[in-house]
Nanobody
């Protein structure tokens, strides 16, 4: 069955870094665009970053542009999110996502598969 398993979340002080990973299985990962969404308590889930199936194109929400970097390794069927210069407002549950096609602007309804999420907490 389809699985997206996130790892790498944790607690960090403002200005610190974390690297999230998402291991995918159960579908043809190399044919899907991948991405990351996040959801803070009391807020709607929002997209953070997406990467096309080849890795040639990446897109970022304005709130993380210049601080986060998305990447993927199709041989390892894994995607990553390097998060630098973390801020308290980055605190959220981060979800791995896969879609045949992401629209622009990115919509939650684009997503075909979701992971269970990994918590990121940034303290000031």
């Amino acid at each position: 069955q389809v699985q997206l398993v996130e790892s790498g979340g944790g607690s960090v002080q403002a200005g610190g870094s974390l690297r999230l990973s998402c291991a995918a299985s159960g579908f043809t990962v190399s044919s899907y665009s991948m991405g990351w969404f996040r959801q803070a308590p009391g807020k709607e889930r929002e997209w953070v970053s997406i990467i096309t199936w080849s890795g040639a194109h990446t897109y970022y929400a304005d709130s993380v542009k210049g601080r986060f970097t998305i990447s993927r390794d199709n041989a390892k069927v894994t995607q990553y999110l390097q998060m630098n210069s973390l801020k308290p407002e980055d605190t959220a549950m981060y979800y791995c996502a896969a879609a045949k096609v992401f629209s622009l602007p990115v919509r939650r309804s684009d997503v075909d598969y979701w992971g269970q999420g990994t918590q990121v907490t940034v303290s000031s």
